[in-house]
């Protein structure tokens, strides 16, 4: 249900790399800038998201599991499921949905 990808910090540099990084009919593309150790509170998402790490390092609370994630990580998760975030160190974010 839940998958992190790290497809951007496992790209190599060599030579020309193109890859499909999500494939998605977004609404919104949310950007979240989150000072170290302040919370995004509790709330639901309407729709399936999925957050993409730009810098930084947060811990994302879901479903009474914490998932730790890193500059480039991308992060997806279900419609109507109750978490919330917290930033280890200064961190930014996008959110699409």
């Not at 302040?38 to 730009?54: G, M, N, R």
């Not at 992060?75 to 109750?82: D, G, I, T």
């Given at each position: ?25 977004a609404s919104e ?37 914490e998932y730790e ?29």
């Open positions: 249900m839940y998958e992190i990808n790290d497809i951007i910090n496992k790209t190599s540099f060599e030579g020309l790399q193109v890859g499909k990084l999500l494939d998605f009919n593309i949310l950007q979240i800038s989150l000072e170290t150790n302040t919370v995004f509170p509790k709330h639901i998402s309407p729709t399936d998201a999925t957050l993409l790490v730009l810098e930084g390092k947060i811990t994302f609370f879901i479903n009474n599991t994630l890193l500059k480039h990580q991308i992060f997806k998760f279900p419609k109507n499921v109750e978490h919330w975030v917290k930033a280890i160190t200064n961190s930014k974010f996008l959110i699409i949905r």
